[in-house]
């Protein structure tokens, strides 16, 4: 979800193809379809994400989806943690209130008749069903017991509860060992133990649930983590956490009545309805990531499946909870949310039993970390910012109805918010003001009059660029939109270049070898439009004027965009004079006459990535030489 969007100089935009993750990167909205083409070249783009890079700065909410997660909760339920009923419509304000909505008023029966039939729906439960809208990021809103909490704390019936972790009774922690084998699979684990915890049906269902909202959420379909649950009481530490070979790991899976080897497993989930979207992330590697305790009983094959012999039940007192990952910041996210929720069940509420875990290298490490951190920031930030006019106390005390414990230190207008083990979403001083306007009320703010006066008007680069782009094509050239990162070699090797010389601005942890830097330039995107195009009648002609990305010590953010013009002939016998004319009309278009000195001229040049003698410098007053060549 879009919250904050600030242009620091130039705007720009990439392009990535649609659900694509490219490491370290995130996506914010969807836009059109690849790129069209008025003389039906197909295009390798399938579909894209617009992500501001290089000169924009963003604020925004860690959503991993365009669409936020819906909780599904029973109205019963609700209204009893919540401590009274409510009408359909004061509950729809109430969620409107705390930045939810109420998307659906349904029943399973109404559920299963609309999509499976009438005849499907018969016996299928009437109870009432809340089908509530929450922010992506707000993954502690995912299950009953933190919704409920939330609107507790919201409407001052509760205060907010800390979480504690605690040592054992007995003194020894439980131990969850990692081996250097998992270094080829998934390598981080995280651990803790809820102790004297009671179940119901409902607490039950609740605790599944968050766990696959997780799974689909933060987790991104278990490939960044994994959440396992075990009974404690059935299995015994320490507990290894190594990989094997598939056909060295045997073991009996939940809710089968034998036992299986992890090869077979892969195929017998292959037509699972559920499973199967999960068997892509550890099927290609020699080694899968297995969980043993000290008997070398199999605990879980993550991500795929636990063992049967440890599935918790309604009985279950103890609860030892797993969480592998790729990514050990969203697994100690993820630990902490599911102990955070449900340990208000335990003995003594709100506490949790901490595990030890030790890394290949012998380091120890102790979780959940149940952090709380604080920060600091100024009434007169949230009070300008949100466009309202209140005291220091006030602005703590809104934010307190947030879950997020504040005072006014006294310092001036200085106010100390404590953020909790729950509120990851808190990142910014912007977070904690937007916490700030939800609980004073959107609606409650007053309307006022800008202090000056705009008229919008479209970014003039753009607006130049949209106007190139249709005399272009009607001179017959077909626009391409290609992928604005891409692999090293495509603009380095492939273009008899050395990556250092390029300036390339580097994606850390790359998805893959294809989206490894920010494009420098546009060549390499077009000379692959025309591999995958080859079938394609000839002369092919195309185009692309779109922004590449470059290091820049002098900006803020030590890269900035720059609008660039590329256009390449294909033909079967050579045709210089065609790219020739596209930039006589080009520079015509851009009002810069044919003339050394005062206007434009072209001179032989000489670059590695073209034939000798086949290369032109195209030298203009005012702007750095860009290359024009002959055909390859």
């Known amino acids: 979800m879009l919250r904050t969007l600030m242009p620091r100089g130039k705007p720009g935009h990439e392009e990535l193809s649609a659900g694509d993750d490219v490491g370290d990167l995130s996506f914010i ?79 399973e029966k109404e559920i299963i008749s609309r999509e499976q039939g009438d005849s499907k729906a018969a016996g299928a439960s009437d109870v009432i069903l809340y089908k509530i809208d929450v922010p992506a990021n707000r993954y502690d809103l995912l299950c009953l017991e933190g919704l409920a909490r939330g609107l507790q704390v919201f409407k001052n019936k509760l205060e907010a509860p800390r979480y504690r972790r605690v040592r054992p009774v007995s003194g020894e922690s439980q131990k969850l060992i990692i081996t250097k084998e998992t270094e080829a699979v998934r390598r981080h684990a995280v651990a803790a133990v809820l102790r004297n915890i009671t179940f119901t049906q409902e607490r039950y269902d609740s605790f599944i649930e968050l766990q ?3 799974h689909q959420n933060v987790c991104r379909k278990r490939s960044l ?51 199967r979207h999960y068997l892509h992330i550890i099927e290609d590697k020699p080694v899968y990531p297995v969980i043993y305790d000290s008997n070398g009983i199999v605990l879980s094959m993550p991500p795929i499946i636990n063992g049967d012999h440890s ?59 149940l952090a709380y951190r604080k920060e600091k920031l100024s009434s007169e930030f949230i009070n300008r910012k949100v466009g309202i006019n209140e005291s220091t106390e006030k602005i703590a005390q809104l934010l307190t109805r947030m879950c997020l414990r504040s005072r006014a230190t006294g310092v001036g207008d200085e106010i100390e918010v404590e953020i909790p083990p729950t509120r990851s979403d808190v990142i910014h001083a912007c977070d904690i003001m937007e916490d700030a306007a939800i609980a004073y009320g ?62 390339a601005v580097h994606i850390s942890n790359p998805k893959t070898a294809e989206f490894q830097v920010a494009r420098t330039t546009l060549l390499p995107g077009l000379l692959k439009t025309i591999a995958a195009n080859r079938k394609m009648p000839l002369p092919l002609k195309l185009f ?15 890269a900035r965009n720059s609008r660039r013009f ?43 990535t073209f034939f000798p003698g086949r290369c032109a410098e195209i030298r203009a007053s005012r702007s750095p030489p860009p290359r024009c060549n002959q055909p390859l």
């Open 212 to 214: 696959e909202k997780l």
């Open 544 to 558: 692309e004027i779109s922004d590449v990305v470059l290091k820049d010590e002098t900006k803020d953010v030590g």
């Open 29 to 107: 909205q969807p836009v059109s379809n690849g790129w069209t083409s008025q003389s039906g070249v197909k295009g390798t783009v399938s579909g894209s994400y617009n992500r501001l890079v290089g000169s924009f700065f963003i604020v925004c909410w860690r959503g991993l989806a365009a669409n936020m997660p819906t909780v599904g909760v029973r109205r019963e339920l609700l209204f009893k943690a919540l401590g009274r009923a409510y009408t359909d419509e004061e509950f729809d304000e109430l969620c409107f209130e705390y930045g939810l909505e109420l998307d659906e008023i349904t029943s």
């Open 566 to 608: 590329c256009a390449i002939y294909y033909n079967k016998s050579p045709g210089f004079e065609v790219i020739h004319g596209l930039l006589d009309r080009t520079m015509q278009l851009l009002e810069v006459k044919s003339a050394r000195g005062d206007g434009y001229h072209i001179q032989a040049a000489d670059d590695n």
């Open 225 to 275: 983590v994994a959440i396992g649950t075990h009974d404690l009481d059935t299995i015994s530490g320490p507990f290894t956490y190594t990989a094997k070979p598939p056909g060295d790991i045997s073991f009996k899976p939940l809710n089968q009545s034998q036992e299986f080897t992890a090869t077979q497993l892969m195929s017998l989930y292959k037509t699972d309805s559920h499973l």
């Open 311 to 369: 599935k918790i039940t309604l009985k279950t007192r103890n609860v030892f909870i797993e969480c592998t990952a790729t990514d050990l910041n969203k697994a100690k996210i993820v630990l902490d949310m599911m102990v955070t929720m449900f340990s208000e069940y335990c003995l003594q509420p709100f506490t949790v039993e901490e595990a030890e875990v030790v890394y290949p290298d012998g380091k120890a490490c102790i979780y959940p970390e």
């Open 442 to 503: 959107f609606n409650n703010i007053i309307r006022t009059t800008p202090h000056t006066y705009t008229v919008a008007n479209q970014f003039p680069l753009n607006k130049l660029t949209e106007l190139l782009r249709q005399d272009l094509a009607a001179a017959g050239f077909t626009e391409a939109l290609n992928f604005a990162l891409c692999s090293q070699e495509d603009i380095a090797d492939k273009l008899g270049k050395k990556i250092s010389e390029t300036r």
